[in-house]
């Protein structure tokens, strides 16, 4: 009992701090029980925060703020009119027929393993090959049966897709105009001694807004940089597997190390066991070492530095929580975490000597 009143009033005697525990208790609690009624508000938000630096970089030439809000959202729009009717047809096309080969795929790779045992008997063994190729089928299979579930919803999600695909651009519009009426209508029913609160809201706005811009582009140019390679390589599928590229630098450390079963497959099932392999691999590999060592440094130079063991521990627990956006904002949401706890008020607990001192008569 008397460990945990010290711990009390060493961290949880200040009204700041107990107002900034109610509010990321509650805030938490709303995502948790409600953030699949309020996917298209929540992913409105997020995109709405996004375009945010934009049209803060366009008001800082003098541009009225609903001239900059009107100009970033119609570029918005077309890029999504982009994305729908130019990316989407030719990705959708490669995905159908990736699924079509994927028989002829499996069988071919699996034969070409089969030789690999011949070849190099003092590395692998025909009876750790097996092994490994069954843990393979098991996961086709589990990936099947996913594929299966899902289209059998497919027209309900299609037209989920549709409401989302008109509301969404439209709530985006709204929280970039109304910017100021939102947060004040917000503020108003927040408690007033709320000091703390927005010290630590200030402290991470920045780092989280870097985060999710910078992350965006750093998914759009690992793509395009991926997909081209894999073009003039002759690679399959080169703008679907650019995409697991792209898509594998949300997860830091382990997206990379994923995506590489797939690329190196790909290659394997295409050429074999032969030189353009080693190319495609190299050509992979260079992407990733650009990727890690210059681009994200360069967008993502303001996000504060946390040890991979963190990232990995934030990736799994956040994803653990809320499934891909978890896993998207893992790196911001440990950086609230840091933010928080560097805030956080402490009280020295006194020491027995000097509560003796203290209880003493003057």
Same mark, same amino acid.
């Given at each position: 009992?008397?460990?945990?009143?010290?711990?009390?009033? +060493?961290?949880?005697?200040?009204?700041?701090?107990?107002?900034?525990?109610?509010?990321?208790?509650?805030?938490?609690?709303?995502?948790?029980?409600?953030?699949?009624?309020?996917?298209?508000?929540?992913?409105?938000? @997020?995109?709405?925060?996004?375009?945010?630096?934009? @049209?803060?970089?366009?008001?800082?030439?003098?541009?009225?703020? #609903?001239?900059?809000?009107?100009?970033?959202?119609?570029?918005?729009?077309?890029?999504?009119?982009?994305?729908?009717?130019?990316?989407?047809?030719?990705?959708?096309?490669? @995905?159908?027929?990736?699924?079509?080969?994927?028989?002829? #795929?499996?069988?071919?790779?699996?034969?070409?393993?089969?030789?690999?045992?011949?070849?190099?008997?003092?590395?692998?063994?025909?009876?750790?090959?097996?092994?490994?190729?069954?843990?393979?089928?098991?996961?086709?299979?589990?990936?099947?049966?996913?594929?299966?579930?899902?289209?059998?919803?497919?027209?309900?999600?299609?037209?989920?897709?549709?409401?989302?695909?008109?509301?969404?651009?439209? #709530?985006?519009?709204?929280?970039?105009?109304? +910017?100021?009426?939102?947060?004040?209508?917000?503020?108003?029913?927040?408690?007033? *001694?709320?000091?703390?609160?927005?010290? @630590?809201?200030?402290?991470?706005?920045?780092?989280?807004? *870097?985060? %999710?811009?910078?992350?965006?582009?750093?998914?759009?140019?690992?793509?395009?940089?991926?997909?081209?390679?894999?073009?003039?390589?002759?690679? +399959?599928?080169?703008?679907?597997?650019?995409?697991?590229?792209?898509?594998?630098?949300?997860?830091?450390? %382990?997206?990379?190390?994923?995506?590489?079963?797939?690329?190196?497959? #790909?290659?394997?099932?295409?050429?074999?066991?032969?030189?353009?392999?080693?190319?495609?691999?190299?050509?992979?590999?260079?992407?990733?070492?650009?990727?890690?060592?210059?681009?994200?440094?360069?967008?993502?130079?303001?996000?504060?530095?946390?040890?991979?063991?963190? %990232?990995?521990?934030?990736?799994?627990?956040?994803?653990? %929580?809320?499934?891909?956006?978890?896993?998207?904002?893992?790196?911001?949401?440990?950086?609230?975490?840091?933010?928080?706890?560097?805030?956080?008020?402490? +009280?020295?607990?006194?020491?027995?000597?000097?509560?003796?001192?203290?209880?003493?008569?003057?």
């Amino acid at each position: 009992m008397h460990l945990l009143k010290e711990w009390y009033q +060493k961290y949880l005697t200040d009204p700041q701090a107990l107002i900034l525990a109610l509010l990321l208790v509650v805030g938490t609690a709303v995502i948790i029980i409600f953030g699949d009624i309020l996917t298209p508000v929540l992913a409105s938000l @997020v995109i709405a925060y996004m375009l945010e630096g934009l @049209v803060r970089f366009l008001q800082r030439y003098r541009l009225p703020r #609903m001239l900059a809000v009107l100009t970033v959202f119609l570029s918005f729009v077309a890029f999504l009119v982009v994305v729908f009717f130019v990316l989407l047809p030719s990705l959708s096309i490669q @995905v159908a027929e990736a699924v079509t080969e994927l028989p002829a #795929m499996i069988a071919k790779v699996q034969h070409q393993l089969m030789r690999l045992p011949e070849r190099y008997p003092e590395i692998i063994t025909r009876e750790q090959l097996l092994d490994v190729l069954k843990v393979f089928q098991t996961g086709l299979v589990k990936m099947g049966e996913n594929l299966l579930s899902y289209s059998m919803a497919s027209v309900r999600g299609l037209i989920t897709f549709l409401v989302y695909l008109i509301l969404m651009p439209l #709530m985006v519009y709204f929280f970039l105009k109304d +910017k100021e009426k939102i947060l004040a209508w917000f503020s108003a029913y927040l408690p007033e *001694n709320r000091r703390l609160s927005i010290q @630590v809201w200030h402290e991470v706005d920045q780092q989280i807004g *870097n985060y %999710i811009r910078g992350k965006f582009w750093e998914i759009l140019i690992i793509w395009s940089v991926s997909w081209v390679a894999f073009y003039f390589l002759g690679l +399959k599928f080169a703008m679907l597997m650019g995409l697991l590229v792209g898509l594998s630098v949300i997860v830091p450390y %382990i997206g990379v190390t994923v995506t590489t079963i797939p690329v190196a497959l #790909m290659g394997f099932y295409q050429w074999g066991a032969c030189q353009e392999v080693i190319y495609l691999l190299v050509a992979y590999g260079i992407i990733q070492l650009l990727d890690g060592n210059l681009l994200a440094p360069l967008l993502l130079s303001e996000v504060v530095n946390i040890h991979p063991v963190g %990232i990995i521990t934030a990736v799994l627990f956040f994803g653990g %929580i809320w499934g891909f956006w978890g896993v998207f904002f893992a790196i911001p949401l440990a950086t609230l975490v840091l933010a928080v706890l560097k805030a956080w008020p402490r +009280k020295e607990a006194k020491t027995e000597s000097e509560q003796g001192e203290s209880n003493q008569p003057s």
